[in-house]
């Protein structure tokens, strides 16, 4: 592999003729034969037919006689005069004593040529190696070239010569002189050759040049204060038009500055800026294109542009907004960039650049990776963990393993999670928060609960949550402040004395989750309220079970229900009651004896919408104790009430 550039040399033919006596008076160029000149096969037919050999006969001709010659037209004497021109000859030459007398003698002699090796400098192997495109060759001569699959100059040393290029369809004289007038310019012209040479040389060639012509680039100071300043100057300098005025280089100028929002503004569409100018997105197209390929051709040095691009691949993954903060704050430049558009346009005439901008939810974030798409990335893993828990912590968020992997740094986690619809923090640190999702677990437990009761201890509400067995990974962050928070950011609710939370509305701020066809209350939970509903509010454990059979309520669905749903409330081992509702000193009192008759609850049915009564319970007439809770009554062969106690029912005597 190479290092540096290799020695690269051009190879250059000479006509000579190797005879020592020739008369040296004249210019050596008249000994050349005429087989020798870069004419067309047709001029050159007439120049045999015509017995002219050598250019000492050909230049003594005018035109106007050799006009008269057949099969001599006006091209063929247009590439006489051109060729004769590059010998420094030209027709209606007079020359004394042409021909030599030793012309004779030598044309039995042996004529040949001499091949001068000239070393290439840096700017000529520049120039031989980049892209037929980026040189300042005419569209149509360039168009032509590369249809001929000629991409480099190089190629076309290696492979073309002037008089095919006149026969190549759309590659006139025209053409062919603005290819030649380029050549010359570099000391290059057709018929030199290049040695050592091949595709796998010019590739390193071209590599090594552009690393070096970026170290250059990188090494330049500007003379520009800002970035802005810098951009402007260098369309100003490198786009030239043919034509005058502002319609032309200032149209193509400002097409650049609105396309890739080189004044701080977005990038443009065609379409918009057409309607600027009042043409069609076509023209504007070929405008952008038009002045991006005079910025290739001439690659202006953009060492503040070149500065700000090592700083922020320095700084990735970043905000945009962030890193515009960072070059305002270092003085580089006064206004905001949109990265997307200033990195299409280094591109379009620099090198390709490692980082990509990522958009969504109004933020656009820069990453070194097009995969990164750190938005979709963090809002996608977040969005679960708030659909299943209804609250996260960015403590916990950097570590999940898609976002730790991706080493994204806080800053930017915050930033696009205060882009989500109703995002709040729910603690004074700004590490635990909460935003509006169509389905959110937590909002669906309180759901519940407020649709069963309007008003709801708070202590009881808060412990049935966190006990609940799909909530029980977020009983570190759900404290009962953070829950109060919730509650009130949540629902259209109040507070009373920090014990009871109203519910003026069930339905929550952050979710439309109206629950399986339109009912939040699953269907076995709404059994159990009925039960407490009629039977209630305050039922035992062996009383539910009964009524769950009656209801269709599988035991197993009955005790996860009671256990973790926020509809139900246990007051002891045995006794339930429905979320809200409150024991009160209004029930009315009754008495039982155990030495009375006792029934099997089987014989009995229960009284519906009945009063519910504290139980005192006596034994031959002593008085045993109160039952702790009022208990639902039941009706003896519809003739007498009794009461549950102990899986017997006893008669009751109203007090």
Aim: aromatic letters at 10%.
């Amino acid at each position: 592999m190479l290092t540096k550039l290799p020695e690269i040399y051009l190879l250059r033919k000479q006509f000579v003729v190797f005879k020592e006596n020739i008369d040296t008076s004249l210019n050596k160029n008249l000994y050349i034969l005429t087989k020798d000149l870069e004419v067309t096969t047709r001029t050159l037919n007439v120049l045999v037919s015509e017995n002219i050999r050598y250019v000492g006969d050909l230049v003594q001709y005018s035109e106007k006689s050799l006009s008269k010659l057949p099969n001599m037209g006006a091209k063929s004497i247009y590439e006489i005069v051109r060729v004769l021109s590059d010998l420094s000859l030209y027709l209606g030459m007079n020359i004394v004593n042409w021909p030599p007398d030793e012309l004779k003698e030598l044309q039995n002699q042996k004529e040949g040529v001499h091949i001068d090796k000239i070393p290439l400098d840096f700017n000529q192997l520049n120039f031989l190696t980049k892209d037929l495109r980026d040189i300042n060759l005419p569209t149509r001569a360039c168009n032509a070239l590369l249809n001929l699959d000629y991409n480099t100059m190089s190629d076309l040393l290696l492979y073309a010569n002037a008089k095919e290029l006149k026969r190549t369809p759309n590659f006139g004289n025209t053409s062919l002189e603005s290819v030649e007038q380029l050549l010359a310019s570099h000391n290059i012209k057709f018929g030199d050759s290049l040695e050592p040479w091949s595709d796998e040389i010019a590739s390193e060639v071209r590599k090594i040049i552009d690393e070096e012509l970026q170290i250059k680039r990188l090494e330049t100071k500007s003379e520009d204060e800002f970035l802005e300043d810098e951009l402007i100057r260098i369309l100003n300098e490198n786009i030239y038009t043919s034509k005058k005025g502002y319609s032309a280089k200032d149209r193509v100028v400002n097409v650049l500055v609105n396309r890739f929002g080189l004044d701080g503004s977005p990038g443009k569409t065609l379409e918009i800026i057409g309607k600027k100018y009042n043409v069609t997105r076509e023209r504007i197209r070929q405008n952008q294109e038009f002045g991006l390929r005079q910025l290739r051709k001439s690659r202006p040095l953009t060492p503040i542009l070149n500065k700000v691009f090592n700083i922020l691949l320095e700084t990735l993954p970043i905000l945009e907004m962030d890193f515009n903060k960072i070059l305002k704050n270092k003085n580089i430049t006064k206004q905001d960039w949109d990265f997307d558009a200033l990195k299409s346009f280094y591109e379009s005439f620099v090198s390709r650049l490692d980082f990509y901008v990522s958009k969504g939810h109004g933020l656009k974030i820069i990453t070194n990776n097009l995969k990164n798409n750190f938005n979709n990335l963090v809002t996608t893993v977040v969005n679960k963990k708030i659909s299943s828990n209804g609250i996260f912590s960015i403590s916990e968020c950097i570590n999940l393993n898609q976002i730790y992997s991706n080493n994204i740094r806080i800053e930017i986690i915050k930033k696009i999670l205060q882009t989500k619809n109703f995002f709040h923090w729910l603690d004074e640190e700004q590490n635990i928060f909460t935003y509006y999702s169509q389905r959110n677990r937590l909002l669906n437990l309180i759901s519940k609960a407020a649709t069963a009761s309007s008003q709801i201890n708070i202590d009881n509400l808060y412990q049935k949550i966190i006990n609940h067995n799909r909530m029980k990974n977020i009983h570190l962050l759900l404290t009962k402040k953070i829950f109060i928070k919730f509650c009130e950011i949540s629902f259209d609710c109040e507070i009373n004395n920090n014990d009871t939370i109203i519910f003026h509305s069930t339905q929550s701020k952050l979710s439309n989750y109206a629950g399986h066809r339109g009912n939040i209350i699953a269907p076995n939970e709404q059994k159990v309220l009925d039960i407490f509903t009629k039977y209630g509010p305050i039922l035992g454990w062996l009383e539910l079970k009964e009524f769950a059979k009656k209801f269709n309520v599988s035991e197993a669905s009955l005790n996860m229900m009671l256990q973790f749903s926020p509809l139900f409330q246990r007051i002891d081992k045995a006794i339930y009651v429905s979320s809200g509702n409150k024991l009160n000193e209004n029930f009315k009192k009754a008495k039982i004896d155990l030495m009375s008759n006792s029934y099997k609850l089987n014989e009995c049915v229960y009284v519906e919408n009945g009063f519910q009564y504290y139980i005192e319970i006596f034994k031959l007439g002593k008085y045993i104790k109160t039952l702790a809770y009022p208990r639902t009554l039941v009706e003896i062969n519809k003739v007498s009430k009794g009461v549950l106690y102990k899986n017997k029912v006893y008669p009751i005597v109203f007090l």
